[in-house]
Structure formats: C-alpha cells, structure tokens
C-alpha cells in the first residue's frame, strides 16, 4: 500500500496512544516500527519524499535493503545476480542511486520541453523525488537548522543553472558492454522479463545497424492474454500493457531507461493478424541530425488457442530520415544520454507519447522541406538543360550564317 498522491507528507504526526493515554509525536514510534512495519510499504518516489521530512528518517530510507525491494518489485528483471551485482558498485547504497537513474525521465531538449525541469545526475545534491504537484524536490541538508529542507523548483533551478556555468560534463568513453534489463508487463502482470549482454567492441556490432533482440527468432513467449482480433481490442493494450527497457552501462555505472513505459502506438497487420506494440524515446544527437527515436517494437502473435504470444522485443535507433544508425553512431548517443541531464519521470507515458508525435511532426516537416530542395534542384537542372540546348543551337545557327 503506497501513500495517496493527492496528499502532501508531512513531517509530523499526532496519535492517540493506550498506554500514554494522551497523544504522541510521529518522531515518538520506534525507529523499528518504521523501518519493519511503516516504510517497506511505501514505492520509491514516496520513500524519497519521506526521506526529506528529517534527518531520522533520511537515516532509515537510505537503507540499501528497502531500495533493493522497490526496484526488484518494480523491475523484476533486476533481481538477476548479474545485474544486482552490477547495482551494488553503484555510488550511494547502490539502488537507491539506481532507482533514481532508471525512474527519471532522459530529457531531448531543454528548449523544446517546456514542461520538465532538467537535473544533472552528477551534481544532485542529495535526493530526487516527485512532489504531488508533479515537481522535483531537492533535499540537503541545513547545518544552521539541523534538519534537512526541500527546496523549491526555482531555487532549486538557480543551483542547478549555477552548477552548470561553472561544470561542464565530462563524457567517458563509451562502454566496453551494455546490459539490457527489460520488463513487460499486462494489467500490473508481469509477461516477459528478461536480462541481455551486448558487447560493443565487435567490428559487427560497430559496423552493422544498431539492434538489440531479446528473443530468438525461433523462439515465442506465451501468455495468458486473449490475442487482439479487431482494432478496438488492440487499443486496450495502450492502456493495459506497460514496458521497462533499462540499459546498464556496467563500467561508467550509469542506467537510463529509454521507454515510454506505455505504447506510443499499436497496429495490427491485417494479413497475417500479427500485433506490433510501439515503445520510444527520444534523444538528441546534434544539429545535423536534430532528434533520433529509440524505437522498441514488441511483436505479438495469436497462438493455437488465440491467446497472444510475443515473438519479438527489439530496439533500433533512427534518425529523424528514417536511417538505422549503426552500433558506432548508436553508443556515441546513448552514451550521451547516459551522461546526459534528465528530467521528471511521473508522468512518463503521456511526455513519451507527446515527443512521439512531436518527433513526426518535425520528421514530416524534414521530409517536405527535402521534397522542396529537390524540386528546386530539379527544375534548376531541367532550366539549366534547355538553356544550354538553347545556346548550342543558337551556336549553330549562327555558325550557318
């Protein structure tokens, strides 16, 4: 049971106890009680917030044990022995910074998202949470008071504009290997989790268009849930179906996840029945190319029985063209994203489904302005021609004369 949203945590509790027979501080409750009975029921962007109310209890929602269970119940795959191995080298009690890189938000850019304020993992102060306002909160901690304050989105701006001024990122090389750990689930269900190594250093992988697979193409994943047959039933699973495609960077320690948690869009093929589920994230690579797409494609297929079964989970990155850019191009982005700022994650499916649209807009309005360029560069060229055409018989006719 998690605490309500619409509801501000406060730092201060009065109870009526029996044996007092008056009332009683929150602060009173043995730290065991709320350690053991009180803060594993509570999700990570609510732990986090609790952990700013007092040095007490930012004590005890730093326990390493009580992030471990939030991320292994929020992403299953997580609980893996490889990739909670590489969790624990990860700074600040491991999962808890883990937590905080996989559940925000990879920005695409600071201009063109209004809505969102950008934090830069490497100078956060001390916690990241979500507000009931939908709005980080920053907690440090006030010598001078004794306690810990949470600062507001603009103070909290000021620093952070400060710090970048002053810093500038340094972006390590890109990493030896990227460990994908991905998770799907259908109405709060878990129906595929699965953890895949890639290594990078390969000429194939370098060379070749960028693509991770989750799953043989031999093999299929089956379900319990009934296959879509018409296109009203295919648009339950934007509401039902939700993914998680974390991708580790082992060595740097860095984690992001480019999901929009829910589909961006679902179609069904109309010869063969199969159903393609679409999740994405979009990044910025450089002015040149502007925006890619980190495209995952959940492939889903009607069995004996008509139940659905999952044949494919991928990712591709393409630019704004459509071009599949390669494994070099491909880890020089996500790398950058990996080291780059991020950004609110509460309401990650409706922002996904918003750069979603805006990143066909702008690959539509791309498209028209190439078209233009080249009817341009063709009526010039046809110009051109008869213009010549023109002049030699010209030539000739004076060369008559």
Not at 62 to 77: G, M
């Amino acid at each position: 049971m998690t605490s309500s949203p619409n509801y501000p945590l406060i730092t201060s509790i009065t109870m009526v106890t029996a044996e007092k027979g008056g009332a009683a501080e929150f602060s009173d409750l043995h730290p065991d009680i709320i350690e053991d009975h009180i803060l594993p029921r509570l999700d990570g962007p609510t732990l986090a917030s609790t952990s700013c109310s007092s040095t007490t209890l930012h004590h005890l929602c730093s326990d390493n044990h009580l992030w471990s269970r939030i991320c292994h119940s929020t992403w299953p795959s997580t609980a893996t022995p490889r990739v909670s191995h590489v969790i624990s080298t990860f700074p600040d009690s491991g999962h808890r910074t883990f937590f905080a890189q996989s559940f925000s938000l990879p920005l695409s850019d600071d201009k063109q998202i209004h809505d969102l304020e950008s934090v830069d993992l490497k100078r956060v102060l001390h916690a990241i949470n979500i507000n009931p306002y939908h709005l980080f909160c920053i907690c440090t901690y006030d010598p001078s008071r004794k306690q810990w304050i949470q600062l507001s989105s603009s103070v909290y701006a000021r620093e952070m504009n400060s710090v970048a001024s002053s810093n500038i990122i340094n972006c390590s090389s890109p990493p030896l290997e990227l460990i994908s750990a991905v998770d799907i689930h259908y109405k709060e269900k878990v129906v595929f989790s699965k953890v895949q190594e890639t290594e990078t250093t390969t000429s194939w992988f370098q060379c070749w268009p960028f693509r991770i697979d989750m799953i043989d193409p031999k093999d299929v994943i089956l379900t319990t849930i009934k296959h879509p047959n018409d296109d009203d039933t295919c648009t339950d699973l934007i509401e039902d179906m939700t993914l998680s495609w974390i991708l580790i960077n082992p060595i740097g320690r860095r984690a992001i996840n480019l999901s929009s948690f829910k589909p961006v869009s679902v179609q069904r093929h109309w010869l063969t029945g199969e159903v393609q589920v679409r999740f994405t994230s979009i990044l910025t690579d450089d002015q040149k190319r502007g925006h890619v797409q980190c495209e995952i494609v959940v492939t889903c297929g009607g069995s004996e029985v008509g139940e659905m079964e999952v044949r494919e989970v991928s990712l591709e990155v393409e630019d704004m063209d459509g071009t599949h850019l390669n494994g070099r191009e491909s880890l020089v982005i996500l790398q950058r994203a990996l080291e780059g700022k991020r950004g609110n994650g509460a309401n990650r499916a409706e922002i996904g489904r918003k750069r979603y649209k805006e990143f066909l807009e702008m690959r539509r309005e791309r498209k028209e302005r190439k078209l233009k360029r080249e009817g341009a560069l063709d009526i010039l060229c046809v110009a051109f021609g008869i213009f010549i055409f023109v002049a030699f018989w010209c030539f000739l006719f004076c060369l008559g004369r």
